[in-house]
C-alpha cells in the first residue's frame, strides 16, 4: 500500500509537470500579444518542496483550524487529530504549486473587499500556510473570488495576493483551496441506507420521549407508535428522527472526553437485522453534541455484528458536533412530533382561522387560506 507520505513524493512530481506545461502555454499566449506579464509561479519554488509539507493552516472569517502529517498520516491537529480527508491535502498542494499569476490587479487596500482578499478573521480572504517538519513556511497565501477563464481544461481564474502585501494578481487555478472545515473531513459517519432501520426511540431532555416505527423496510413513511387518541403527528418531523440517525453527518468533531455525557439525552435506532444504534447527546455552547455507540439486538444476524464491530472502530472516542436539523431532529419530543407544520390546520380546525371560531363554521369568501 503507498503510504500518504510516498503520495505526496508523487504530488511534487505531478505538481512540477503542471507548472511547466501551464507556464509553456501562458508563455506562447503572452508571445501572441494577449498580455504583456510575464505568467509565473505565484508561489517560486514551492513546486519543488511540496514534498516536504508537513502542515496547513487555513484561516476564514467563519473558521481556523491546521491540518498535520503525523504518524505517517494526514489528521486535524486542532481537533484531537480527527483524519484529515486526503483527497482535499493532495488537491490543495497541488494547486498551491500549479498557481500561476496571470496578471495584476488592483493593489488598493480599500478594495480587497471586493475580490473577498481582505486579511482574515476579520477580512473575508482565505489564508493558506503551508509550513515543513522544522516549521519553516513553504508557502503562504491569500486566496478570494474566482472566475471564469474559458480554460477548456477546467482550469478556473483565482484573485490572490500575498500576506502583507497589498498587490492582488489574477491567477490560473488547477485546484482551487477550500476553507471550509467539512471540506477537509470525511463529513458522512454513517450510512445505513434507508431501508435498514425499523424503528427509533427517543429519550428527549424534557418531555415525553417517542418511538418512530414501521412494519417493513419497503414502507416509505415512518408512523408514531401509540399516538394520542386526538391530533395528527408531524409527518416531516416522524421521517425526520431515522433519516438523521441512518445519514449520520457531522458538522464539527473533537474527542468525546471533552465533554460530559452524564446526563444526555438519546435516540436509539434499531435495523430490521437487529442492528442497535445509540446516539447519546448533550449541549455545548449552543449546539448539540453527540457520541455514537453500536451493538446487535438478541438474535440478531452477522452483517449486524460485523456493522456494529466496524462502526464502533470507526466512531469510539469521538463526539461529533451535530447540525442543527439533525440535532432537533434526534431530541423531538411528544409536543414537538404533535406540533403541525406551518401552514397545516390543527386537528379540527382550518388554516388562517381567527381564534375561538367553531370548528366547521363557514368563512366568508377570501378568508382564510385559498
Known sequence: MITERRKLLYLGGAALVSVVLATT???LRAE???????PAEFL???AVNVKNSASIHVASK???FDVAFKGGKWVLSGHGDYPAEFDQVRQTLIGLAALQSLSPKTNRPDWLHYINLDTPPKGNGTEFIVKDASGKTLAELITGTTEQLGDPNGTIGLFVRRPGENQTYLARSVFTPAGGFLSWVDSSVLNLGAARVQQVTTTPPRGKGITVTRDKEGDLKFKLLNPPKTGNPNQQILDAIPYAIASFTLADVQPASTLDFTNAAHAVAKGFDGLLITVDI???DRALWSRITASAAPGAGPEALKDAGEINKKVAG???KLTDEKGK????????VMTPPPGQAPAGGMPGMPPGMPPGMMMPPGMGAP
Not at 501572441?32 to 510575464?38: V, Y
Not at 431532529?329 to 414537538?336: K, V
Open 25 to 27: 502555454a501562458l508563455v
Open 32 to 38: 501572441q500579444g494577449r498580455s504583456h506579464f510575464q
Open 44 to 46: 517560486p519554488g514551492f
Open 62 to 64: 467563519d473558521t481556523e
Open 282 to 284: 448533550v449541549p455545548k
Open 318 to 320: 469521538w463526539a461529533y
Open 329 to 336: 431532529a434526534l431530541i423531538a419530543d411528544l409536543d414537538t
